[in-house]
Nanobody
Framework: QVQLVESGGGLVQAGGSLRLSCAAS????????MGWFRQAPGKERGFVAA????????YYADSVKGRFTISRDNAKDTVYLQMNNLKPEDTAVYYC??????????????????WGQGTQVTVSS
């Protein structure tokens, strides 16, 4: 089993920055992709970013490209999401995900086996 714990969320003004962290425990995740998703009230959970096991490949939703950066430290079993130039539409609960089935879509939440509890990000205008 894998446990994921997110941290770093909070309230920030538009144009500000936050850095989310997701620490994994229970089993090393150094061999798999990890991802970030978000869910706003009344909306489905949607893809934000993902990173390959080596960190050499990263993937972003168009809405965050150029503003968000995903990274990972396999020695610490931790993945990060640096969020810059935040906008009110970025307001959501952000979830860390791991355990994607090999060969399946990294953009689809149901393809990930493990999830954190989520951390709230609120961007005021």
């Amino acid at each position: 089993q894998v446990q994921l714990v997110e941290s770093g969320g909070g309230l920030v003004q538009a144009g500000g920055s936050l850095r989310l962290s997701c620490a994994a425990s229970g089993r090393s995740l150094s061999s798999g992709d990890m991802g970030w998703f978000r869910q706003a009230p009344g909306k489905e959970r949607g893809f934000v970013a993902a990173i390959s096991w080596s960190g050499g490949s990263t993937y972003y939703a168009d809405s965050v490209k150029g503003r968000f950066t995903i990274s990972r430290d396999n020695a610490k079993d931790t993945v990060y999401l640096q969020m810059n130039n935040l906008k009110p539409e970025d307001t959501a609960v952000y979830y860390c995900a791991a355990g994607r089935t090999y060969g399946r879509s990294r953009y689809t939440p149901t393809e990930y086996a493990y999830w954190g509890q989520g951390t709230q990000v609120t961007v005021s205008s």
